[in-house]
């Protein structure tokens, strides 16, 4: 495997379900992170791990929750998820300090919720 | 929060034609990325830009970073039907003087269709 991959790349799940996203990167990256991308809006930032420390959780709610077992690993638990969370769940990776902001996406799960 | 304004929203255009988009903010950026999201797949990084002024190719695809760091343009020469997709800009700007670069933020992207 190489890049950012993502699995499952399609989820549909009911209300009172709780399932996972997984995210696995293989560049050697120390920085991980989860967008969501809903139809006419832009990638909204969800969370940002460095070194497996949760960075930044960008105010969202609960029913979200992050896990980073280790810098290539990443974890997104759900549960009693609402319809409107319906979107496309991008994780991306990247060097968290120096220079460089360039990160590297994995090809998204979308998720449906009944 | 920190908007960037990225137009055209939607364009369609002629196989071989030459296209220009661009993305503007009332912020300075320090870094300039556009990014291309074909259906179904995530966001692929085209272009970096670090510098003002800077002018950077990819085969058909050149970006500019501003001179003002409000702006960046992304140009595509002779398009092809494979060019069809998102067209996405994203900025960051340092954290503190000197240290790491801050979050992405990115814009609502443009939607080019081509007409083969």
């Known amino acids: 495997e190489t890049g950012v991959t993502q699995t499952p790349r399609h989820l549909v799940m009911g209300m009172t379900n709780k399932k996972s996203l997984k995210c696995e990167q293989h560049?050697?990256?120390?920085?991980m992170y989860w967008y969501k991308q809903s139809a006419k809006k832009p990638l909204e930032l969800m969370f940002v791990y460095s070194l497996e420390e949760r960075v930044e959780n960008n105010s969202v709610p609960s029913r979200f929750s992050p896990e980073c077992p280790n810098s290539s690993h990443l974890f997104l638990h759900l549960h009693t998820l609402q319809p409107e969370d319906s979107a496309l769940y991008l994780c991306?990776?990247?060097?968290?300090?120096?220079?460089?902001?360039?990160?590297?996406f994995g090809p998204g799960t979308r998720l449906t919720v009944l | 929060g920190q908007q960037l304004n990225q137009n055209p929203q939607s364009m369609f255009i002629q196989e071989g034609e030459d296209v220009s988009m661009n993305c503007t903010s009332s912020s300075i950026f320090n870094t300039w990325l556009w990014y291309k999201q074909d259906p179904g797949e995530g966001p692929v990084l085209l272009i970096a830009l670090y510098k003002a002024g800077e002018l950077t190719s990819n085969g058909r695809l050149t970006a500019q970073f501003g001179i003002t760091r409000k702006d960046s343009f992304l140009n595509i020469s002779a398009s092809i039907p494979s060019d069809v997709g998102i067209y996405f800009c994203a900025g960051a700007r340092y954290k503190n003087y000197g240290g790491s670069q801050g979050n992405l933020i990115f814009g609502k992207g443009t939607k080019l269709s081509v007409k083969p």
């Open positions: 991306a990776s990247s060097q968290y300090r120096g220079r460089t902001s360039e990160q590297f």
């Open positions: 560049l050697g990256h120390n920085a």
